[in-house]
T-cell receptor, first 111, second 115 residues
Framework: KQEVTQIPAALSVPEGENLVLNCSFTDSAIYNLQWFRQDPGKGLTSLLLIQSSQREQTSGRLNASLDKSSGRSTLYIAASQPGDSATYLCAMYGSARQLTFGSGTQLTVLP | DGGITQSPKYLFRKEGQNVTLSCEQNLNHDAMYWYRQDPGQGLRLIYYSQIVNDFQKGDIAEGYSVSREKKESFPLTVTSAQKNPTAFYLC??????????????FGSGTQLSVL
């Protein structure tokens, strides 16, 4: 059974700091990995999708990387802002042909 | 606006009652999904449908039922058999990027609580 783990569960940083969120997964037969943002009481917004043939994707201040051999993905947020405060979830699409989600990292950016 | 609409935003269930959560999409996506989210946990798949008039059980289907009579609609019924229904329910639809890749789009969710 494929599993996705996100550590830490919560993270607080001062505004302006660069930060990295981590995601690890157990299924080596990964097709893609997606990063989502969730605001309190809201649905998920897709941030980045990395296909298995890619190593990274960038969107604005966000950069996501994928290392299949080590079973890890990272989401790098540059120059963090209070508006970045949210829960960030990663999800892998693997051999089960469905998304498996991590439990998320709750990020707080302090002004 | 194109998107996924879930209603109601908040729903309360009395013991022994069945309740139905609505999910409508106008993205023309074939596949639709229902997930359950408990506090501090990731999303768990309840049911999914790849095409009209067909649906499959996910990891936690017991106590739930669905229908897919129209492409745009995928309602979820939480039956009285679901003994712990309090959770945040998310509906999603997906677009297939390649044979082995799809991208999901989510509604804004329904918070279900037990009275």
């Amino acid at each position: 059974k494929q599993e996705v783990t996100q550590i830490p569960a919560a993270l607080s940083v001062p505004e302006g700091e660069n930060l990295v969120l981590n995601c690890s997964f157990t299924d080596s037969a990964i097709y893609n990995l997606q990063w989502f943002r969730q605001d309190p009481g809201k649905g998920l917004t897709s941030l980045l999708l990395i296909q298995s043939s890619q190593r990274e994707q960038t969107s604005g201040r966000l950069n996501a990387s994928l290392d299949k051999s080590s079973g890890r993905s990272t989401l790098y947020i540059a120059a963090s802002q209070p508006g970045d405060s949210a829960t960030y979830l990663c999800a892998m699409y693997g051999s089960a042909r469905q998304l498996t989600f991590g439990s998320g990292t709750q990020l707080t950016v302090l002004p | 606006d194109g998107g996924i609409t879930q209603s109601p935003k908040y729903l309360f269930r009395k013991e022994g009652q069945n309740v139905t959560l609505s999910c409508e999409q106008n993205l023309n996506h074939d596949a639709m999904y229902w997930y359950r989210q408990d506090p501090g946990q990731g999303l768990r798949l309840i049911y999914y449908s790849q095409i009209v008039n067909d649906f499959q059980k996910g990891d936690i289907a017991e106590g739930y039922s669905v229908s897919r009579e129209k492409k745009e609609s995928f309602p979820l019924t939480v039956t009285s058999a679901q003994k712990n229904p309090t959770a945040f329910y998310l509906c999603a639809s997906s677009i297939r990027l390649t044979a082995t890749n799809e991208k999901l789009f989510f509604g804004s969710g329904t918070q279900l609580s037990v009275l």
